[in-house]
């Protein structure tokens, strides 16, 4: 039980602070975890030897033994994860920790027949390659998904609900040709469901080849297995896509890849919550207050846009881990060196921080409220973006030098909607050009937005 004071003396806040938002990765990410997916490898590896017809020091395993045998990775428990460690504090090496313990355990379970098949021919990335490759597809679909699931749905029902709500727009900061809420909402949830696409998408990958990928202890013991074939439809057992040409770790580039899209599909919801906070900071946003809640020690008023900002953060902190893990995972010197293995160990944390950005996002975008009369205000004290759609207009007819006129006009003063229609008033040309200059309005202009707002893109 994790209690109050584990949390107050944790040095990572996600073992701290943030305990309770990211407690469900720790059933992927955790060293017990990551015990619990070796045992899974090592158990499962060991039932598909015995299934070989050429593996013949392998006696078979009947239903009931392999029942028990996954049991150890399916019903595996506290107990077992410190009788592990307690293993790899004796030999220093956690790999062959989970080899000591599932000779105990097989044992116990009247299976000592099979100790000597356990870890036949593997090397310690053989089973942690597979492990990893395993634990992050279980996070990424159980925890990982869902949550960038829940700000899409979000999303999406503001792009629809404001689909129609005029507002104006900034390019530089400055007053630009309007657009609608929904539509702003809608841009944000097609690039995220195209970045969704890309992680669920991203292929992870194994392999099991030997201490440098050479299948060499494999074919000294047992030459007339096909050991290729074997380690192909070992991988592909998993439900993983397998490689068989790497040195003694498998590459990483998929798992880097993986990395990337996640850290792209933060890049994006960093740009929402920035956005957001504007929003808000302007008015558009207006957001519900929490009973017993203080936005300031000093300032009664304050309702802070804290969750954008806490969302920002972490993502941040995710982006700057991923980059790493993504850089430095499919960096190996010559056949093997252990650097890896320190950052593989760094993964969680990564997940952690994304995880908790999106859960503050998500409650970010829960409490606000559209406020569709600022919105409206703010665009009609802005007259002067109907200037592209007259000189557009007037230029379609053949006036000439329509946007020089409009730039003197307008660019750089206070236009107001008189000074608009003075200057339509004394254009030389038809009165149905001018009925229709006339009738431009700003809350008027905004093109397809409201179409553009239901649209759905990324996948």
Same mark, same amino acid.
């Given at each position: ?44 590896? =060991?039932?598909? /030897? &015995?299934? +070989? ?6 006696? $078979?395993?009947?239903?009931? *033994?392999? %029942? ?86 979000? =999303?999406?029902? /503001? &792009?629809? +609900? ?6 104006? $727009?900034?390019?530089?900061? *400055?007053? %630009? ?283």
């Amino acid at each position: 039980m994790y209690d109050d004071m584990a949390r107050l003396a944790a040095l990572s806040p996600l073992d701290g602070r943030y305990r309770n938002d990211v407690s469900g990765l720790a059933s992927y990410f955790s060293e017990a975890a990551l015990f619990r997916y070796r045992v899974r490898v090592e158990v499962e590896y =060991l039932i598909f /030897l &015995a299934r +070989s017809p050429r593996v013949n020091f392998v006696p $078979a395993f009947d239903v009931s *033994q392999q %029942a028990s045998l996954r049991a150890l990775y399916r019903q595996f428990t506290d107990a077992d994860a410190l009788a592990i460690s307690a293993w790899d504090r004796k030999v220093n090496h956690d790999v062959k920790a989970v080899e000591y313990w599932l000779r105990e355990r097989l044992d116990a379970l009247q299976m000592g027949a099979w100790n000597e098949a356990i870890h036949f021919a593997l090397t310690s990335e053989d089973v942690n390659n597979l492990a990893y490759a395993l634990l992050v597809r279980d996070a990424r679909d159980s925890i990982m998904l869902p949550a960038l699931g829940q700000i899409e749905t979000r =999303l999406r029902d /503001l &792009a629809v +609900s404001e689909a129609a709500t005029p507002m104006l $727009a900034r390019t530089h900061g *400055q007053p %630009a040709t309007p657009t609608t809420f929904g539509k702003e909402m809608n841009v944000f949830l097609s690039r995220l469901r195209r970045a969704v696409a890309a992680i669920s998408s991203a292929p992870l990958t194994g392999k099991l080849n030997g201490a440098t990928g050479t299948f060499a202890a494999h074919v000294a013991a047992l030459p007339e297995v096909d050991w290729p074939k074997f380690s192909t439809a070992f991988v592909r057992s998993l439900e993983l896509e397998p490689v068989l040409l790497t040195t003694q770790i498998e590459p990483h580039d998929t798992l880097a890849a993986l990395c990337d899209a996640i850290k792209r599909a933060n890049a994006i919801l960093i740009d929402l919550s920035q956005d957001c906070w504007r929003y808000v900071s302007d008015g558009y946003l207006v957001q519900a207050p929490k009973p017993g809640e203080v936005g300031s020690s000093t300032m009664p008023h304050k309702v802070n846009p804290i969750d954008f900002e806490n969302g920002e953060g972490n993502l941040g902190l995710a982006g700057a881990l991923l980059e790493h893990i993504s850089r430095k995972l499919p960096v190996s010197r010559l056949q093997r060196d252990l650097s890896d293995s320190t950052v593989l160990r760094s993964l969680g944390a990564a997940f952690g921080y994304s995880l908790i950005g999106y859960q503050r996002i998500l409650k970010g975008l829960g409490k606000v409220g559209v406020r569709r009369d600022v919105l409206l205000a703010d665009l009609t004290a802005h007259p002067e973006v109907l200037a592209e759609a007259v000189q557009t207009i007037l230029r379609r007819i053949g006036y000439p030098e329509p946007y020089e006129a409009l730039k003197r006009l307008s660019r750089g003063r206070a236009m107001t909607m008189e000074d608009l229609q003075q200057f339509v008033a004394e254009l030389e040309v038809e009165d149905s050009v001018k009925a229709e200059l006339l009738a431009l309005t700003p809350e008027g202009y905004t093109g397809l937005a409201a179409q553009l707002a239901t649209v759905l893109e990324g996948r």
